[in-house]
């Protein structure tokens, strides 16, 4: 492709059109889904979200490259106990992970609605309910057993303050000193005042103070991310 030609002319980085038909079949699915589930986010990120929301956010978006129309259905779950908030696939999957399924869906096609409720019904929803809080917590104390060094991504282990306090199973300041070196080897001290703050709370309150820090956070990056907010149509 020669420089002078105009993309937008073929519409390729104009998703606008995409948006509208992903909102379309999320808004088709939803009701087929077991319990509750509403279109959350903006923009990009605008996905079906499992509601009420608790300490996890199970989700169902669409995401494509900027150099084609074609995508991927994904589900995850994202956790609540982290200094940060993602639509990250760490504890999820991606439609083209699914054995015998399609590997990329073009919105305008007519059997892209039977692809979404196929890579729902049959592979999103029981990757999802996998994710329980407890699994999450037990790989996170499993991890921390691991010498420093060999703990890889998704690094469950930065979850364990959290889920401590959450579920009422240990200190977090047990963790703290590892969390410093662990940030501190590769410049994310930015991400420090989270585990600073919820063990000045544990050590100043007991387990309460920490469990409403933990609740203030979690509803600050919920409301960042728009997932708080009326549901968006």
Same mark, same amino acid.
Do not use: C, N
């Given at each position: 492709m020669t420089d002078d030609v105009d993309l937008d002319e073929f519409g390729v980085f104009d998703n606008a059109l995409l948006q509208r038909r992903w909102r379309e079949m999320a808004?088709?699915? #939803?009701?087929?889904?077991?319990?509750?589930?509403?279109?959350?986010?903006?923009?990009?990120?605008?996905?079906?979200?499992?509601?009420?929301?608790?300490?996890?956010?199970a989700w169902i978006g669409f995401s494509r490259s900027a150099f084609s129309e074609s995508g991927w259905f994904m589900? %995850?779950?994202?956790?609540?106990?982290?200094?940060?908030?993602?639509? %990250?696939?760490s504890f999820g999957l991606r439609m083209d992970e699914v054995r015998n399924g399609p590997k990329d869906v073009d919105? @305008?096609?007519?059997?892209? #609605?039977?692809?979404? #409720?196929?890579?729902? =019904?049959e592979a999103a929803l029981a990757e999802l309910d996998r994710w329980t809080v407890e699994r999450l917590a037990g790989a996170a104390e499993k991890?921390?057993?691991r010498p420093l060094e060999r703990r890889r991504p998704p =690094?469950?282990?930065?979850? #364990?303050?959290?889920? @401590?306090v959450l579920?009422?199973?240990?200190?977090?300041?047990?963790? &703290?000193?590892?969390?410093?070196? &662990?940030?501190?080897?590769?410049?994310?001290?930015?991400?420090l005042p989270f585990y600073q703050d919820l063990c000045d709370r544990w050590e100043s309150g007991?387990?309460?103070e920490a469990l409403a820090f933990l609740q203030s956070h979690r509803d600050h990056k919920l409301e960042a991310a728009r997932l708080t907010t009326r549901p968006q149509g």
């Open positions: 808004r088709e699915l #939803a009701p087929t889904l077991p319990g509750t589930w509403r279109l959350r986010g903006r923009g990009r990120s605008r996905v079906l979200v499992r509601e009420p929301i608790e300490w996890t956010v589900a %995850a779950v994202e956790p609540l106990v982290k200094p940060t908030f993602s639509w %990250a696939l919105l @305008r096609d007519d059997s892209a #609605a039977r692809d979404l #409720a196929r890579f729902a =019904h991890s921390l057993k =690094h469950y282990w930065l979850m #364990a303050p959290g889920w @401590r579920l009422d199973t240990g200190s977090p300041r047990e963790v &703290f000193d590892e969390v410093v070196d &662990f940030f501190g080897s590769r410049d994310l001290q930015e991400q007991g387990r309460p």
